[in-house]
């Protein structure tokens, strides 16, 4: 029987990709911030997939995270796992394949980003959301524009979303994890969709076991 839920948890989405052999992470943090009725944690875990694949929000969230992305990577699994107060086996959802983008990659650590914050002007409110960059010239004038522009910007707007439970008995609360701090997060309020490219080193070691 799977745990169950409380206000105050905090859920862990990863988004687990592939490109050119190498493993790609995407995370996104949610807080339960309200519960009306009983309800256990991989409820909550298959409410937060199927808002992601849902026709709530349109383009749908995964949709929009897939407009982003060159077709030579592949969304293969995302992973959600209950984190804090108490650390949970994760739950897999299967992927839903190839990047959408029109435009080819072939620099796998070749990035662009969202940048997600809180209120406060602290380092604790501010977080980054990192992708591969679909172009088959990412370093050309070290910009994003026109229609890949669109498609960050478009995917920014689902990162400050909050995600309501079925049946409305709850919600969840997009937000920045702070694991030492007290309170140990911080709402998101604000994502902006930067215009730079980025160079990403990857580091994939105990992810979710």
Same mark, same amino acid.
């Given at each position: 029987? $799977? $745990?169950?839920?409380?206000? @105050?948890?905090?859920?862990?989405?990863?988004?687990?990709?592939?490109?050119?052999?190498?493993? =790609?992470?995407?995370?996104?943090?949610?807080?339960?911030?309200?519960?009306? $009725?009983?309800?256990?944690?991989?409820?909550?875990?298959?409410? =937060?997939?199927? /808002? /992601?694949? !849902?026709?709530?929000?349109?383009?749908?969230?995964?949709?929009?995270?897939?407009?982003?992305?060159?077709?030579?990577?592949?969304?293969?699994?995302?992973?959600?796992?209950?984190?804090?107060?108490?650390?949970?086996?994760?739950?897999?959802?299967? +992927?839903?394949?190839?990047?959408? !983008?029109?435009?080819? @990659?072939? /620099?796998?650590?070749? +990035?662009?980003? =969202?940048?997600?914050?809180?209120?406060?002007?602290?380092?604790?409110?501010? +977080?980054?959301?990192?992708?591969?960059?679909? !172009?088959?010239?990412?370093?050309?004038?070290?910009?994003?524009?026109?229609?890949?522009? $669109?498609?960050?910007?478009?995917?920014?707007?689902?990162?400050?979303?909050?995600?309501?439970?079925?049946?409305? =008995?709850?919600?969840?609360?997009?937000?920045?994890?702070?694991?030492?701090?007290?309170?140990?997060?911080?709402?998101?309020?604000?994502?902006?969709?930067?215009?730079?490219?980025?160079?990403?080193?990857?580091?994939?070691? @105990?992810? +979710?076991?």
């Amino acid at each position: 029987m $799977a $745990a169950p839920a409380a206000v @105050g948890q905090v859920y862990l989405m990863t988004l687990k990709g592939t490109m050119d052999g190498q493993l =790609i992470l995407n995370t996104q943090h949610y807080l339960l911030s309200n519960l009306t $009725a009983p309800y256990t944690i991989d409820d909550v875990a298959n409410d =937060i997939d199927a /808002w /992601w694949r !849902s026709l709530i929000v349109f383009p749908t969230p995964y949709g929009r995270y897939l407009f982003c992305l060159p077709p030579e990577y592949n969304h293969d699994q995302t992973w959600i796992q209950c984190i804090d107060p108490v650390r949970y086996r994760k739950k897999v959802f299967g +992927g839903l394949g190839a990047g959408q !983008s029109i435009n080819s @990659g072939k /620099w796998a650590n070749s +990035g662009q980003t =969202i940048t997600r914050r809180g209120d406060l002007a602290n380092r604790a409110n501010i +977080g980054s959301f990192h992708m591969v960059l679909p !172009s088959t010239d990412p370093g050309a004038g070290g910009s994003i524009s026109g229609l890949a522009l $669109a498609a960050l910007s478009n995917m920014a707007d689902v990162l400050k979303l909050t995600i309501p439970l079925a049946g409305a =008995i709850g919600t969840m609360e997009p937000v920045l994890y702070h694991r030492q701090k007290v309170p140990n997060f911080s709402l998101i309020t604000q994502t902006v969709a930067q215009t730079t490219v980025r160079t990403m080193h990857r580091r994939t070691v @105990g992810l +979710g076991k």
